[in-house]
């Protein structure tokens, strides 16, 4: 249902007429009959039952539960304008109740519509909206349970199954709800009119007697039955049979029974009148059983007692009298009384006559029992809503008495329609100062004064019937009324018709064209029906009744008074007036009932449909009757008189509204009057429509409202302000995405700076682990250097790795770079100063590896000649630690340096080496230059050209030097003769590359040697001397007093 998108904004009407058909037939282009069909067709088939005239609510019956009656819809259409939401009962419940509240005033909902079209429902639905939705005290509460229990007991003895409904209201209904200033539901009353009393004693096939009959038999208790000698069969009882349908699916009768038992209490029925109440249902079922058998001359007899005992002790009247009554007329001639025997037909008759009098009077009593209930005794001023729940027009196949007085009815209220809507609309119009338009429809005035005018209507000529004296009959009737109405052109009978309307009708009809359509009326019972009479002689004797029920409602009626009452159909008439005249009084609001279809069934949803045209083609031959039966809708629609309704309501001005509402709605529509008026808003409206463009025919400015002609001005409007509405929602749309946006981006800021504040949290967290982590590494390397002397433990083994890794670590960087770096090298901590030694000496031995690898073979060479130099003098002279650093050359003269004469003689010898020395004679120590050139086998002493000794290698006895820092040597050579010169003393500034060079060229390492002191020479075989050798400030030699070389030799400084 549209309710459930919730509410709709104002002019709920005019925003969804696109979508499910119009929701005000007052909007319709064209007023055909066809549109409006169409219009409630298109609305049914989505679930949409009622549609708005105005302010009238046409509702077509769903015959199916629709999930629109709950207590959250009623809080939807609480107290919202008329126009703002989808049509609804609720709506006009709720509407009525807001103006009788704010006015003060009257107010009566008139439900109308044909049998089962669903008019009870309707007043329900709207009795419930008022007792959830009024404000309540706990006092209110049972006044409000009295009014809504008051249905089923009033159902229960006023509604019967039907062919139309198996709910039907036997009897029109009109209860008034009274309400207090504050809005609270404080009492009601109702007002019963014509209950169908035949209906107790005769039922049409397919139809029941009222529902109580069935209930009692069915569910009452078995106590109760046999208080009331009752049996528990329903096909026991005449009275219940003669319809043949006493038990029906739909119904439960043995669940009513509860519910009407349990709403006697409710409305308080004491114990007595509830039992008198049962014992009046029961004499009635008993009355139906009493069975007449003719005597001799056909008269009734009455042979078996039993029901007639029953009926007797029921009703608590003398059980002879009652037979008597049953049998016999009594008439009363001038001093004496004759009874008169009866017919059997007579008898039954006069039977049948006192049960339905007795249901009758028992049916008004009860419901003036329950106005007593719900009354509210209370003086100060109320106001009312009052439900008129009451029989629509109704056309059968053969119209009776019971057809012409609901029709005469139905004419009344087409009449007060017509009165109170166009005194509404001209009351309007004159209220808003508008010149009133004269409105073309049909006035029903002419059919009413027909029915009821006196001494000339129908009814005036029934009663003068029934009450003339003679043999007076249905037919004589007809004939009184031929003679009176003769030419009235709503009256036809057979002898009236012309030729073609007689052959429609019988001779015993007669035809009233009524507002709505004809209806064809049999006279016969007419005059039986409308004089009701029950015999003076059953009169008296159920005004002695021992059941204060029967009692009360006969006691009533003056039987010492021989005036006859007043006929049933005066009486109707009369009571129509006493309504008019009231609802006159009070604010009309008006629900038109339809029925959808003949046979209950519900309305098929768009989805059921399309699956029927699966069905077979069997089934599409003999499809489901049902649904929306357009046939008989139109046949409604005609008879409750829409279309006239629709036309009155649309004569002058389709559609009108306040200025405010007007303004407010499509004020967008002009630049003057958006977003703001600020002067009256009549003005504001006045600049909006010449805006707009309307036409002055098209318009009219009342006081408080604008009144438009037609509706396709206001759709135009309508339209405008739909596509209006969506650039204002486009504008609006993208105010509201950059305030979105905006609050995206400021949601996003906030996020962003709470991640980021969380983000810091965790770092901190993070650094404060880290820190708390360091504190207990740093305690623990603290603890651990406090124990790192002590032996690996747990609490310096880490520590104790950390040292050694630390020191590997800066041992690698700090390495000594060369061999004869000594200095360089980590003072290891103690754990590791074996291994530091290790490393140390793996170290520089690796560097020695790489030096001497590095080392080219000349220096080599070189080197390998200098540790021969050094395993001769090591720690032995003084002058050989400076003169280790000062290199070895190949020679100390050139080639070119030597005597070519020199050269030719040791041609044959590869000379090995060359220096220059000083050398001492033998005798007298002279010192003189000369050159010592060395060969491969001998070493020569040569001065110039000569060579003035060669000394071989083999002769080399052995090399004597100081231990001092002189360059003193002594060559030892073998004297074998005494010619042969002796030892050598020379003096050589290259001490150790001479003696290196000569101890390898001549293979005598080993015969060198270091002395202390001094040194023995031989000068010639045989003759020796010596060489000293002293320590002194001055280097000197010279021949010393004792013969021997003197050698003074400066001290070498050693750091
Ligand atoms: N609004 C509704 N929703 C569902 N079902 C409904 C509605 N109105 C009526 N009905 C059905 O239609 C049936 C007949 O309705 P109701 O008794 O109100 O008719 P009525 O107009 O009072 O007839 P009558 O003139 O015979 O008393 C109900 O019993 C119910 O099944
Ligand atoms: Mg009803």
């Known amino acids: 249902m549209l309710i459930a998108q919730g509410r709709l904004d104002m002019e709920g009407a005019l925003t969804a007429r696109d979508r499910v058909g119009i929701q005000d037939f007052v909007l319709l282009d064209e007023t055909t009959e066809v549109a409006v069909i169409s219009n409630l067709k298109k609305r049914f088939s989505k679930d949409l039952i009622y549609t708005y005239i105005g302010t009238l609510i046409v509702s077509v019956n769903p015959y199916k539960d629709l999930d629109i009656y709950s207590k959250k819809q009623m809080d939807v259409y609480m107290g919202v304008n008329f126009f703002e939401l989808p049509p609804h009962i609720y709506a006009l419940a709720d509407n009525a109740y807001h103006t009788m509240l704010t006015e003060f005033n009257n107010h009566f909902i008139l439900i109308s519509g044909e049998s089962g079209a669903g008019k ?199 059980a002879n009298s009652l037979k008597e009554g049953l049998t016999f007329r009594k008439i009363e001639a001038k001093t004496e009384q004759v009874l008169s025997p009866f017919t059997i037909d007579h008898a039954i008759y006069v039977r049948d006559a006192l049960a339905k009098a007795i249901y009758g009077q028992t049916f008004t009593w009860l419901v003036n029992r329950i106005n007593e209930s719900m009354e509210n005794k209370d003086s100060s001023r109320k106001t009312v809503i009052g439900l008129l729940d009451i ?53 029903n005035k002419i059919i009413c004064d027909l029915v009821e005018e006196k001494h000339r209507g129908i009814i005036s000529i029934l009663d003068e019937e029934c009450l ?237 409202k604008i009144f438009i002609r037609h509706p396709r001005t206001l759709y135009a409007t309508e339209d405008a302000y739909e596509k209006c509405k969506h650039d204002l929602a486009s504008k609006l749309q993208a105010k509201y995405k950059g305030y979105k946006v905006k609050g995206e981006f400021k949601k996003q800021k906030e996020a962003a700076t709470k991640i980021e504040t969380c983000w810091r949290g965790a770092q901190a967290r993070k650094e404060r682990e880290k820190r708390a982590w360091a504190v207990k590494v740093i305690k623990k390397f603290i603890k651990a250097y406090i124990n790192r002397g002590e032996a690996k433990s747990t609490d310096n083994s880490e520590y104790l790795v950390f040292v050694r890794q630390s020191y590997l670590n800066r041992l690698k960087n700090n390495l000594p770079k060369t061999v004869l770096d000594k200095t360089t090298w980590l003072t290891p901590p103690a754990v590791l100063t074996e291994a530091s030694e290790i490393l140390r000496k793996l170290h520089y031995r690796l560097m020695v590896r790489k030096y001497v690898r590095g080392i080219p073979p000349q220096k080599k060479a070189q080197l390998q000649m200098k540790v021969v130099t050094s ?101 030892h050579i073998t004297c074998e003769n005494p010619k042969q010169k002796g030892d050598l003393i020379i003096q050589c500034d290259h001490l150790y590359e001479f003696l290196t060079k000569l101890s390898i060229i001549a293979n005598k390492q080993d015969a060198i040697n270091v002395v202390q002191g001094s040194i023995k020479i031989e000068i010639q075989s045989g003759k020796e001397s010596a060489v000293d050798f002293t320590a002194g400030q001055e280097a000197m030699v010279y021949k010393a007093k004792n013969g021997h070389l003197m050698v003074v030799a400066t001290r070498t400084r050693t750091r």
Request: charged content about 25%; some cysteine; hydrophobic content about 35%.
């Open 871 to 971: 395993a001769i003098f090591k720690g032995k002279k003084e002058s050989y630690p400076p003169s280790i650093p000062q290199p070895f050359l190949d020679t100390r003269i050139s080639e070119q340096e030597i005597n070519i004469r020199v050269l030719s003689m040791i041609r044959n010898e590869q000379i090995k080496y060359s220096v220059p020395v000083i050398k001492y004679d033998r005798n007298g120590f002279k010192p003189r230059p000369r050159q010592l050139i060395l060969t491969k086998t001998a070493a020569h002493l040569v001065e110039e050209a000569k060579i003035k000794q060669r000394v071989s290698y083999n002769s080399l006895k052995g090399i004597s030097v100081s231990n001092l820092s002189d360059g003193i040597i002594v060559i």
């Open 120 to 318: 009870t429902e309707a007043s329900k639905k709207i009795l419930q909206y008022y007792a959830v939705s009024c404000p309540s005290t706990t006092l209110m509460n049972t006044v409000r349970d009295k009014m809504l229990m008051s249905n089923p007991v009033l159902e229960a003895f006023g509604n019967a199954k039907t062919l139309k409904n198996d709910n039907s209201s036997r009897f029109g209904k009109y209860m008034d709800i009274q309400f207090d200033s504050q809005g609270d539901a404080v009492g009601g009353h109702i007002l019963n009119y014509l209950l169908e009393k035949s209906r107790v004693v005769h039922q049409n096939h397919g139809e029941r007697n009222f529902h109580v009959f069935y209930q009692l038999v069915e569910g009452g208790s078995d106590d109760l039955l046999t208080q009331l000698g009752l049996e528990r069969d329903v096909q026991h009882y005449y009275y219940l049979t003669q319809g043949e349908c006493a038990i029906v699916s739909s119904i439960n009768d043995k669940n009513d029974w509860k519910s009407v038992k349990n709403a006697l209490q409710v409305i308080e029925f004491d114990e007595t009148n509830t039992s008198h109440l049962f014992r009046v249902v029961a004499s009635v079922l008993h009355l139906g059983n009493v069975h007449f058998d003719p005597d001799s001359k056909g008269h009734a007899l009455l042979k078996n007692n039993t029901e007639l005992n029953w009926v007797s002790d029921l009703l608590g009247v003398d």
């Open 391 to 443: 029989y629509g027009f109704e056309v059968f196949y053969v119209n009776s008495f019971e057809q012409f007085c609901i029709n005469y009815c139905n004419e009344k209220l087409q009449q007060l329609f017509i009165q109170l809507t166009l005194k509404a609309e001209q009351e309007e119009y004159e209220a808003e100062g508008i010149e009133w338009e004269p409105v073309q429809f049909f006035n």
């Open 468 to 704: 003339r004296p003679g043999d007076a009959t249905d037919l004589t009737f007809l004939e009184r009324l031929e003679e009176k109405m003769g030419n009235h052109p709503h009256f036809v009978t057979h002898r009236l018709a012309d030729k073609m309307t007689r052959k429609t009708l019988e001779r015993g009809d007669f035809r009233l064209l009524h507002y709505a359509g004809e209806v064809t009326y049999c006279v016969v019972g007419f005059l039986d029906k409308n004089n009701d009479l029950l015999y003076r002689n059953i009169k008296n004797l159920v005004c002695q009744s021992k059941n204060t029920i029967v009692r009360e409602c006969f006691s009533a009626v003056d039987t010492t008074n021989k005036r006859r009452p007043e006929t049933v159909v005066t009486q109707f008439k009369n009571s129509l007036q006493k309504l008019t005249e009231m609802l006159m009084a009070k604010e009309a609001w008006y629900i038109r009932c339809l029925k959808s279809n003949e046979s209950k069934q519900p309305g098929m949803s768009a989805q059921k449909r399309s699956m029927q045209s699966t069905r077979s083609f069997y089934d599409r031959c003999h499809p489901i009757t049902g649904q929306f039966d357009e046939a008989l809708i139109r046949h409604q629609v005609k008879y409750l008189g829409l279309m006239e309704h629709l036309r009155v309501r649309r004569a002058g001005f389709a559609y009108r509204r306040k200025y405010e509402d007007f303004l407010k709605r499509y004020k967008p529509l002009c630049p003057a009057t958006w977003p703001h008026w600020r002067g009256m808003p009549a003005d504001g409206v006045e600049v909006l429509v010449q805006h707009l463009g309307y036409l002055p025919d098209e318009y009219k400015m009342g006081r408080t």
